[in-house]
């Protein structure tokens, strides 16, 4: 049975970076898509980033230039790096596997981020 | 970018009762990559249908997921109790972006 489940400091001071981890059981980080998804408090959900075959990468344009996404297959985690957050960074931070392209089967239970001073 | 736009926002049924959620695209999805997705208060989302109308594994026959180009519908054909939730169509048809639309809530009239 695959888990996934997401674990980072729950507050970031703004300008700061956000870093989130996602440990992974039941399957290798070095198969499939693993992905970062987003979802700010009462509002929808936004795709962040991918990681295929702990190398290949691929970001959403509009976050592109301060998330960073990156694999340690030694722990079986991936993570995620966002660079210089405002309140706006403000979500549950979600981790999900996409067994085929795009299509998020398996989820953590997320994790919330807060930007505040 | 694809953007996709749910409809009703809300809508209030019976348990028993048929409900019929509309997603259009902006665009057409590429080879009908659409899938949905179900959401209950403070869970993550659960895949439904991906490929426009194929259930994902342990999904209840009762999710039927239609359409193709820009127009797309989940149907859930009898209402359970635990159908109550919010609803997310995406596409994944358009690299390097997914994206999501609004969302459609479902709740017990």
């Known amino acids: 049975q695959v888990q996934l489940q997401e674990s980072g400091p729950g507050l970031v001071k703004p300008s700061e970076t956000l870093s989130l981890t996602c440990t992974v059981s039941?399957?290798?980080?070095?198969?499939?898509?693993w992905n970062w998804l987003r979802q700010p408090p009462g509002k929808g959900l936004e795709w962040i980033a991918y990681?295929?075959?702990?190398?290949?990468?691929n970001y959403n344009p509009s976050l592109k230039s301060r998330v960073t996404i990156s694999g340690d297959t030694s722990k079986n985690q991936f993570s995620l790096n966002l660079t210089s957050v405002t309140a706006a960074d403000t979500a549950v931070y979600y981790c999900?596997?996409?067994?085929?392209?795009?299509?998020?089967?398996?989820w953590g239970q997320g994790t919330m981020g807060t930007v505040s001073s | 970018e694809i953007v996709l736009t749910q409809s009703p926002d809300t809508l209030s049924l019976s348990p028993g009762e048929r409900a019929t959620l509309s997603c259009r695209a902006s665009q057409s999805v590429s080879n009908n990559y659409l899938a949905w997705y179900q959401q209950k208060p403070g869970q993550a989302p659960r895949l439904l249908i991906y490929g426009a109308s194929s259930r994902a594994t342990g999904i209840p026959d009762r999710f039927s997921g239609s359409g193709f180009g820009t127009d797309f519908t989940l149907i859930i054909s009898r209402l359970e109790p635990e159908d109550f939730a919010v609803y997310f169509c995406?596409?994944?048809?358009?690299?390097?972006?997914?994206?999501f639309g609004q969302g459609t809530k479902l709740e017990i009239k």
């Open positions: 999900a596997r996409a067994r085929t392209w795009g299509v998020f089967d398996i």
């Open positions: 995406q596409q994944y048809g358009s690299s390097p972006m997914y994206s």
């Open positions: 990681m295929y075959y702990n190398r290949y990468t």
């Open positions: 039941g399957a290798s980080i070095s198969s499939y898509y």
